[in-house]
């Protein structure tokens, strides 16, 4: 990851991710994924009296991935859930103070992943699913850059591809980006 696109905020949160983890007796669980790059993220919310108590994360990302999954943890930690739903992925790339806009497609991860487990949330208590994911069709990817971050910053490339491309870790159950891992296996 190239110092000079991304911020000091970024490279924190992606040098040291706060609250990596997952929680075994989360009220909300939620994980998304993108079937191109391979990249998965997955958001625990401990939930009590209608507020965020507690939130892990567990991501297989690029660092932009990383460091947008760290930081909605620590926006999210104590709201209540009605006021998490209103956290969009463009209020997480601010929050870092901006992402190069190739990267911007990383922050809907992290907002789809909230949404997701605040909606598991919802469903285990006889609640209906609402909003909207960001969207996986605005999350392309591209691999090339991807690859290019890793080089520069001395990491292996992704190698679990098929036809070019990076395994969906949902359909094999492999995380394609091993070697990206925050948060343990
Ligand atoms: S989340 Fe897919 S390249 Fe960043």
């Given at each position: 990851?190239?110092?000079?696109?991304?911020?000091?905020?970024?490279?924190?949160?992606?040098?040291?991710?706060?609250?990596?983890?997952?929680?075994?007796?989360?009220?909300?669980?939620?994980?998304?994924?993108?079937?191109?790059?391979?990249?998965?993220?997955?958001?625990?919310?401990?939930?009590?009296?209608?507020?965020?108590?507690d939130?892990?994360?567990?991501t297989?990302?690029?660092?932009?991935?990383?460091?947008?999954?760290?930081?909605?943890?620590?926006?999210?930690?104590?709201?209540?859930?009605?006021?998490?739903?209103?956290?969009?992925?463009?209020?997480?790339?601010?929050?870092?103070?901006?992402?190069?806009?190739?990267?911007?497609?990383?922050s809907?991860?992290?907002?789809?992943?909230?949404?997701?487990?605040?909606?598991?949330?919802?469903v285990?208590?006889?609640?209906?699913?609402?909003?909207?994911?960001?969207?996986?069709?605005?999350?392309?990817?591209?691999?090339?850059?991807?690859?290019?971050?890793?080089?520069?910053?001395?990491?292996?490339?992704?190698?679990l591809?098929?036809?070019?491309?990076?395994?969906?870790?949902?359909?094999?159950?492999?995380?394609?980006?091993?070697?990206?891992?925050?948060?343990?296996?």
């Amino acid at each position: 990851m190239s110092k000079e696109l991304y911020t000091d905020k970024v490279m924190d949160h992606f040098m040291n991710p706060r609250n990596v983890g997952e929680i075994p007796d989360a009220d909300g669980v939620g994980q998304v994924g993108n079937p191109v790059c391979g990249d998965v993220m997955r958001i625990y919310l401990k939930i009590d009296g209608g507020r965020i108590q507690d939130v892990k994360f567990k991501t297989f990302g690029c660092g932009a991935a990383i460091a947008t999954s760290s930081i909605i943890t620590e926006m999210v930690k104590g709201m209540t859930v009605g006021d998490a739903l209103e956290v969009s992925n463009r209020h997480v790339a601010d929050a870092l103070g901006g992402l190069p806009p190739r990267k911007m497609h990383c922050s809907n991860l992290a907002a789809d992943a909230l949404l997701a487990a605040v909606n598991d949330y919802r469903v285990k208590h006889g609640l209906s699913q609402i909003g909207e994911p960001a969207g996986h069709g605005a999350h392309q990817h591209e691999h090339d850059a991807a690859d290019a971050d890793d080089a520069e910053a001395g990491r292996p490339p992704c190698t679990l591809r098929v036809d070019g491309k990076c395994v969906d870790p949902q359909a094999g159950g492999v995380p394609a980006r091993k070697a990206r891992i925050a948060g343990g296996g």
